[in-house]
T-cell receptor, first 112, second 113 residues
Framework: RKEVEQDPGPFNVPEGATVAFNCTYSNSASQSFFWYRQDCRKEPKLLMSVYSSGNEDGRFTAQLNRASQYISLLIRDSKLSDSATYLC?????????????FGRGTQLTVWP | DTGVSQDPRHKITKRGQNVTFRCDPI?????LYWYRQTLGQGPEFLTY????????KSRLLSDRFSAERPKGSFSTLEIQRTEQGDSAMYLCASERGATGELFFGEGSRLTVL
């Protein structure tokens, strides 16, 4: 079983829509969780960290469910510029924080 | 530009040749990582340095792969006797402290013919 599993999509939504991505991780001892964004043919960039209590950054909301080992990202009022691949990222327990496992990514296309 | 820079951006080589990639991290970042990414997949961890010390190495990194970070500044990743399966984007990232925020370079794309 892979450390991080994501639905690869693609998700195609109209501008203004709300879209949610899910991710599951295999190691219950993982402590740090992130969402990264990767534009086509570009490098990944940190979108947001995911905290136990859930956190929001503008139109983006991240949730963590430790019991189910499940992470979600909700994007409200989608913009054309949100089109990208969203990578779910989890740390490897017992390792340096930087040993991060990346999911394969979920592709989002927002159309006008 | 004070971001992470990688060189070369593209490399085409014949099977069996050696290639070397260079990464210059953000200057105040003491951690440096190498990842490999193939089409449709997320980045796969290869190895990690804290300053000049190579602290972790993935099982993905066969004996043909070697990475160095002399003096804790730039890093090199060398692949010897390249194989077609080595074709991928090689990403370098740096991190200040242990925040989990990795700053990636634009990558070095390797094509092995």
């Amino acid at each position: 079983r892979k450390e991080v599993e994501q639905d690869p999509g693609p998700f195609n939504v109209p501008e203004g829509a709300t879209v949610a991505f899910n991710c599951t991780y295999s190691n219950s001892a993982s402590q740090s969780f992130f969402w990264y964004r990767q534009d086509c043919r570009k490098e990944p960039k940190l979108l947001m960290s995911v905290y136990s209590s859930g956190n929001e950054d503008g139109r983006f909301t991240a949730q963590l469910n430790r019991a189910s080992q499940y992470i979600s990202l909700l994007i409200r009022d989608s913009k054309l510029s949100d089109s990208a691949t969203y990578l779910c990222v989890v740390n490897r327990p017992g390792s340096t924080l930087g040993r991060l496992y990346f999911g394969r990514g979920t592709q989002l296309t927002v159309w006008p | 530009d004070t971001g992470v820079s990688q060189d070369p951006r593209h490399k085409i080589t014949k099977r069996g040749q050696n290639v070397t990639f260079r990464c210059d991290p953000i200057s105040e970042h003491n951690r440096l990582y190498w990842y490999r990414q193939t089409l449709g997949q997320g980045p796969e961890f290869l190895t990690y340095f804290q300053n000049e010390a190579q602290l972790e190495k993935s099982r993905l990194l066969s004996d043909r792969f070697s990475a160095e970070r002399p003096k804790g500044s730039f890093s090199t990743l060398e692949i010897q006797r390249t194989e077609q399966g080595d074709s991928a984007m090689y990403l370098c990232a740096s991190e200040r402290g242990a925040t989990g925020e990795l700053f990636f370079g634009e990558g070095s794309r390797l094509t092995v013919l």
